[in-house]
């Protein structure tokens, strides 16, 4: 668990892409940003005041998270001194870059010196459990897509949103880097070792009130020969109660894979439904998210029509209409 | 790779079943072995001439294999004279336990001083790529089970052994830790990290001779909620050929899972056959093995005949009656 709220650390970012973990986190969780560091040359900006450390810590941030990603995942020299800074006021560190905090050997020095923590949220920092298959209480909503890197986890966050809006308990439940560092808590799921990736999604959906939902971030897909094995873990672990159909309408082939076409949402659902029914034989599939960004307004809503009229299931695309009618589906799971 | 040939240590061990990683390996790669070494009180006998270190050493020996398992998987006390003592006598070790030979101070400091290798076959030694879905050259068949520890390491095995007695072109690929001492190589599949299971898989089943089959172990059942994710990263990186249905028919439950039933081999065939043609669209069932271990003589094979009738695909306990027929149908394919 990382302690919020954060100062955002955007560094010298070249551009507003590489912030954006950055701005996830302002987008989802703005009560977890107190502010933003930037370096000079910085070409990122995620609209939140800009602070020195004195002063993010006067206003109570308690973790500096690294919200930009650098060309091959790496520590930048040129943050280490803002960074062993930062731990000498008292701030934990937190990254979801490829090389670890923890292999740098002057902040693990500082970290050790000051007795801040650094958050490799890469790298789980918890033993897992094998799963054990017990049927837990509350509920869980699963997106699974076609491919990966086709919406699902931005249908969770959507879907968290817009049910506790309207009241409804739920939380969500990160399963990946990006995830986790909006949340502060969660599962690198890709990274947990094989035996273990059942058991890591059931210790991170545990037994909760009746009417709570848990909104899993989905993972990869089952259809995609790199990753499909950590989807199922995610279907089996989880235990939905509620699926969604999570589809980029324009992809052309499997995502690293040019040689894989894509499956129908037919077969995603009946393949998901099948391997959910094996741990929750109540489960339905409720709805249909679809990523249109590549596709003009007109082009999106009748991409939308189509499929929900050939799937018979509510379809939206979360980001342009909010996911209102996937949570109304899952209410009327009751 | 473990060097071969093996000196067996088979320690205190208690009993027999304590010895089965020994007996593995004497029953599938009895020129692996050239001998055993057993300590005073040892209860396991794998028949294998008894001997000395030196006299190991003078018949070949190259590695001292810890086939027995201790309760708790521990590194006795005990054994460590023998351990180091071997080392100084050039053999490397390799293990299978839980605790792990380069996490004991003594031994290590002994493997460094004399060069010798500490093999835990428990934990993955290469860093594996992430799996690129392409198709291979040369054929290949996985058991899969209606539950783990239905018989798919045996079926493997035996198949693998089968084809090569008639000539055939055929590699036992090992996925678990008993599979990779029998054969000094393999994928600990249950220890490599998540986004690495499926190409850890196509690793070990790389392009060959395209009339040469790659027996692969099978691991766990896309029907057990605790392993199922392991077994998909398996389907999908091993691109197989052809399926074997493998099933204990006395089970009540799947293992560890008591609320679990079984799937049906009818659902095991459907669903795997599904998952296995996203990679490899000509993948065909092509028969089934049945552990009839806890079944009486005239049980197992009304057993065989019912289910064979039922499914309509060559069905055999190939410890019974040998893989043969299973063979014969990955003949036929052609």
């Known amino acids: 668990m990382i302690k919020t709220p954060y100062l955002l650390f955007l560094g ?30 910085c070409g990122a900006d995620v609209k939140l ?55 740098e050997a002057d902040l693990v020095a500082v970290a050790e010196a000051t007795g801040c923590a650094l958050h490799d949220v890469r790298v789980p920092e918890v033993q897992y459990p094998i799963a054990n298959g ?20 931005y249908t969770a966050m959507a879907m968290d949103r817009d049910a506790r809006a309207r009241g409804i308990k739920s939380s969500f439940r990160a399963t990946g880097q990006t995830g986790i560092l909006i949340t502060g808590d969660g599962v690198p799921l890709d990274a947990v070792v094989a035996d273990f990736m059942a058991g890591a999604v059931e210790w991170l959906t545990p037994d ?31 235990q939905p109660d509620a699926l969604i159909l999570s589809h980029e309408p324009t992809r052309t082939h499997m995502r690293g894979l040019p040689d894989y076409s894509l499956p129908s949402l037919e077969d995603l659902r009946d393949v998901s439904l099948r391997m959910a029914r094996v741990v929750n034989p109540t489960c339905q599939v409720v709805g249909i998210s679809v990523n249109t960004q590549h596709l003009e307004e007109d082009a999106a809503m009748a991409c939308l029509e189509e499929i929900e009229g050939r799937m018979g299931l509510p379809t939206v695309d979360p980001f342009r209409q909010g996911s209102d009618r996937l949570v109304d589906a899952l209410v009327a799971l009751g």
């Not at 590489?18 to 969780?29: E, L, P, S």
């Not at 500096?64 to 960074?83: D, F, M, P, T």
């Not at 909104?215 to 989807?231: K, N, R």
């Open 12 to 41: 010298d970012a070249p551009d507003q892409l590489a912030a954006k973990v950055a701005q996830g986190i302002k987008d989802w969780r703005p009560e977890n940003a107190v502010g933003q560091f930037r370096l000079p040359g």
């Open 49 to 103: 005041q800009d602070m020195t450390l004195e002063e993010a810590k006067a206003a109570g941030a308690r973790t500096l998270v690294i919200g930009v990603a650098n060309r091959g995942g790496v520590i930048s020299e040129n943050w280490k001194g803002v960074l062993r800074e930062a731990m000498h006021l008292g701030f934990d560190l937190a990254s979801g870059l490829h090389n670890l905090l923890r292999d």
């Open 208 to 238: 909760n009130d009746a009417d709570h939902w848990d909104m899993i971030e989905g993972q990869g897909s089952l259809f995609h020969a790199s990753y499909s094995g950590v989807t199922l873990a995610l279907v089996h672990g989880g």
């Open 134 to 153: 017990v049927r837990r209480s509350g509920k869980r909503c699963l997106a699974v897509g076609t491919d990966c890197s086709a919406g699902k986890m």
